[in-house]
């Protein structure tokens, strides 16, 4: 089972900056895909960010230039630096992850894990 923990969500002012964490962990064999949604209520979840094994990136139109996206493989980390927030940005950020678990068997199965969710509040 692999599991996911972010943090780092909370208030702040239009033009702030906040940057949230996400670390796997469990039986985590690889790691390709990962990265960030955002869902507003009464709509659906959405990409933010995404960020491949290789480090390849994609954003969504509208956070280009402002959102960041890194991670650290050694840490099993993924990391969303958002700048010059706007009122817009506001949502329930969940992170996500892709790639092989191992089994007690020896075998590999493939996951797609999800963070419970941290709220970023942007105040106008």
């Known amino acids: 089972q692999v599991e996911l923990a972010e943090s780092g969500g909370g208030l702040v002012q239009a033009g702030g900056s906040l940057r949230l964490s996400c670390a796997a962990s469990?039986?985590?064999?690889?790691?390709?895909?990962m990265g960030w949604y955002r869902q507003v209520q009464g709509k659906q979840r959405e990409l933010v960010a995404g960020?491949?094994?290789?480090?390849?990136?994609n954003f969504a139109d509208s956070v280009k230039g402002r959102f960041t996206i890194s991670r650290d493989n050694a840490k099993n980390t993924v990391y969303l630096q958002m700048n010059s927030l706007k009122p817009e940005d506001t949502g329930v950020y969940y992170c996500?992850?892709?790639?092989?678990?191992?089994?007690?068997?020896?075998?590999?199965?493939?996951?797609?894990?999800w963070g419970q969710g941290t709220q970023v509040t942007v105040s106008s």
């Open positions: 996500k992850a892709e790639g092989d678990q191992l089994l007690p068997s020896g075998g590999l199965l493939g996951y797609d894990a």
């Open positions: 469990g039986s985590i064999f690889l790691i390709n895909a």
């Open positions: 960020i491949t094994s290789g480090g390849s990136t």
